[in-house]
């Protein structure tokens, strides 16, 4: 489950009504630390005692960024070209060097450990990240990062292993195309990757505010739960 902050907290609600309804409990949060700014985790004691909750019940923690948001940075053409069409000015960490992503990726941890939840990996927002971004997640001491096409494990001492995994996900930002082509796209992915052993499902709080990608998320949930068992990171990478 993606961008988990206070900020979405009631669309967030909605999807943990409806892994609950699926009888899932184990699955990651990725969660913010501050969103756009204005979300600081650290104020927010009722959200936190709820992912605490979530914790002790399955799920996994995953710092997804610091703000998630690219304000104050500047927009280059490359930066432009790279994030165009795959995310509207969220690309948080998609040009960052190296230096400015570890000190993000440090804040974001210890907004996370102050609050009593231990992350176990790193997922920079909307999935895209700046030259040598896994080798920074590993020095900072985390298992894993990973991007649309695979999951890459990061244990001490051993060289980045990338295990493929595509991501299913849909989008809600207009065009209203997107939504309907994100509906159809989901259900293609489940007849195409239907002998693929390993493959993610992406939620976002945005998919609430669209009942036919909220239907589509349960069809395709719905679909995986009657075949497939539900891992986590954690025995993936591990």
């Known amino acids: 489950m993606h961008d988990v902050t206070p900020a979405h907290a009631q669309r967030l609600a909605v999807l943990y009504d409806l892994l609950d309804e699926l009888a899932v409990t184990r699955y990651a949060l990725l969660v913010v630390p501050d969103w756009h700014g204005g979300w600081p985790l650290q104020q927010f004691d009722e959200f936190v005692a709820g992912l605490q909750a979530r914790v002790r019940a399955g799920a996994e923690i995953v710092l997804h960024g610091l703000r998630h948001d690219e304000a104050g940075q500047p927009r280059t053409l490359a930066h432009w070209a790279r994030t165009y069409g795959r995310t509207d000015r969220e690309g948080e960490f998609a040009s960052l060097e190296p230096s400015a992503a570890r000190s993000r990726i440090d804040r974001g941890l210890e907004v996370l450990r102050a609050a009593r939840l231990e992350p176990i990996g790193f997922v920079p927002p909307a999935w895209l990240g700046g030259r040598e971004l896994a080798r920074v997640v590993r020095e ?12 890459a494990a990061l244990g001490p001492g051993r060289p980045i292993r990338r295990i493929r ?3 299913t996900c849909w989008s809600t930002r207009p065009p209203r195309w997107r939504a309907a082509g994100s509906v159809v796209v989901a259900a293609l992915r489940l007849r195409l990757e239907r002998h693929r052993p390993l493959v ?4 976002h709080p945005s998919d609430v505010a669209s009942p036919a990608v909220l239907a589509s998320c349960r069809r395709t949930l719905g679909a995986l739960l009657a075949t497939r068992r539900v891992t986590t990171y954690g025995e993936v990478v591990g």
Request: aromatic share 6%; net charge neutral.
């Open 140 to 151: 900072a001491g985390l298992g894993f990062t990973e991007d649309t096409r695979a999951i």
């Open 165 to 167: 995994a595509p991501a």
């Open 200 to 203: 993610r499902v992406a939620l």
